[in-house]
């Protein structure tokens, strides 16, 4: 499977011309995909016919676990007892939506869900009817043709050349009266953390689920972690 980035790519970031690193970076290219993943619940690398099974809530939204979603291959109601479908979609009954560039392919929204002006208004003329494991979905998501966004392939080169750089020193330390000061080396990043650097990078495409009236949304401030 693809990753965010390549050896060669990030080689040419860190100016590396030989082969001594080459196992090193190997290494390091699917712990940067999983690590970026969990810190923005985002997926860089294309998954293609994906198939999960959501909970109707009453709502036209569906908010997948995978995004940004690139497309749809099957979405249906289905009788969990049995899995037999109960209603299936075409393509002219929802759409793919998101609140920014980053945040597109968010969610899916039935069509013609409201006939209001106010669309956290309800009620909805269509929606996903309240049920356990009811929603059923085929789906692709990540970024078409595996291509990451230029400023997510920066971090992870950023991120690549910390542990390649760096000796694993472990933590270090010095105390001077009052004074002092500790510095994170390789050791600790690699138990999963991410520089505040790279983090900043990432931050505009950290997805949150949110709630109002039914609908998700992706709040301006991504730091921000509430239902409402």
Same mark, same amino acid.
Do not use: C
């Given at each position: 499977?693809?990753? #965010? ?10 100016? #590396? ?6 196992a090193? #970076?190997?290494?390091l ?38 995004a940004?979603?690139?497309q ?15 209603e ?5 009954d929802f ?32 929606f ?17 043709d ?20 760096n000796?694993?020193?472990?933590m270090?330390?010095?105390?001077i009266?009052?004074y ?13 953390g ?21 609908r ?11 239902r409402?």
């Open positions: 499977m693809a990753n #965010i980035t390549t050896r060669d790519e990030a080689k040419v970031y860190l100016g #590396i011309t030989d082969s001594s690193k080459d090193l #970076i190997d290494l290219l699917p712990s940067v995909d999983s690590q970026f993943e969990r810190w923005t619940n985002r997926t860089f690398v294309r998954r293609s016919a994906q198939v999960e099974r959501y909970n109707g809530r009453g709502s036209p939204f569906l908010y997948t676990r995978g940004p979603i690139i749809v291959n099957t979405l249906k109601l289905i009788d969990p007892s049995d899995g037999g479908a109960v299936t979609f075409t393509a002219a759409q793919i939506k998101g609140r920014t560039p980053q945040s597109t392919g968010e969610y899916i929204e039935l069509i013609q869900s409201q006939g209001f002006a106010n669309p956290f208004a309800r009620p909805w003329n269509v996903f009817p309240v049920g356990t494991n009811n929603v059923e979905i085929d789906y692709d998501y990540g970024f078409a595996t291509l990451a966004p230029a400023d997510v392939k920066l971090a992870a080169w950023m991120h690549i050349g910390m542990h390649v750089k000796p694993p020193t472990g270090e330390s010095e105390r009266s009052k002092s000061y500790k510095r994170s080396t390789t050791s600790e990043l690699a138990k999963g991410l520089s505040k650097e790279v983090t900043d990078m990432l931050r505009p495409y950290k997805r949150v689920e949110i709630e109002f009236a039914g998700p949304v992706v709040p301006r401030d991504p730091e921000r972690r509430f409402g």
